[in-house]
């Protein structure tokens, strides 16, 4: 049962969809209302959360079956993705506004999470 949440989780590409999903909705939520900010990692969400480092790792391993730096890098890629729809923004403008510091380091991210460079989205 553990395996099945965990993929469908991990299909709906982090979105979280039904009731029982309150604790992911309120991760995103938070890792939305920070998505610019890049220095906002692991500690800051717990302490937003409420709840230790390591409770939050072991909810988000449980549920979506991924550590909590990547379901927020996870948030942050699929943020860029559809940033990047909008022909009027380049890909360093989207790096900065989904939290990367490096625009080359965003292109390595989203092309092993997608499996396109963040320029072929645009086709």
């Given at each position: 049962?553990?395996?099945?949440?965990?993929?469908?989780?991990?299909?709906?590409?982090?979105?979280?969809?039904?009731?029982?999903?309150?604790?992911?909705?309120?991760?995103?939520q938070?890792?939305?209302?920070?998505?610019?900010?890049?220095?906002?990692g692991?500690?800051?969400?717990?302490?937003?959360?409420?709840?230790?480092?390591?409770?939050?790792h072991?909810?988000?391993?449980?549920?979506?079956?991924?550590?909590?730096?990547?379901y927020?890098?996870?948030?942050?890629?699929n943020?860029?993705?559809?940033l990047?729809?909008?022909?009027?923004?380049n890909?360093s403008?989207?790096a900065?506004?989904?939290?990367?510091?490096?625009?080359?380091?965003?292109s390595?991210?989203?092309?092993?999470q997608f499996g396109m460079?963040?320029n072929?989205?645009?086709?």
């Amino acid at each position: 049962m553990r395996r099945q949440l965990q993929q469908k989780y991990q299909s709906a590409n982090g979105h979280a969809r039904e009731p029982e999903d309150a604790f992911l909705r309120k991760v995103r939520q938070i890792v939305e209302a920070n998505l610019e900010e890049p220095d906002f990692g692991v500690e800051q969400l717990s302490r937003e959360i409420g709840i230790s480092r390591v409770q939050v790792h072991r909810k988000l391993k449980a549920l979506a079956d991924v550590s909590t730096s990547q379901y927020i890098r996870i948030i942050r890629l699929n943020k860029a993705y559809e940033l990047l729809k909008d022909p009027e923004l380049n890909i360093s403008e989207v790096a900065y506004q989904v939290g990367f510091k490096d625009p080359s380091h965003f292109s390595r991210a989203f092309s092993q999470q997608f499996g396109m460079a963040p320029n072929e989205t645009r086709n």
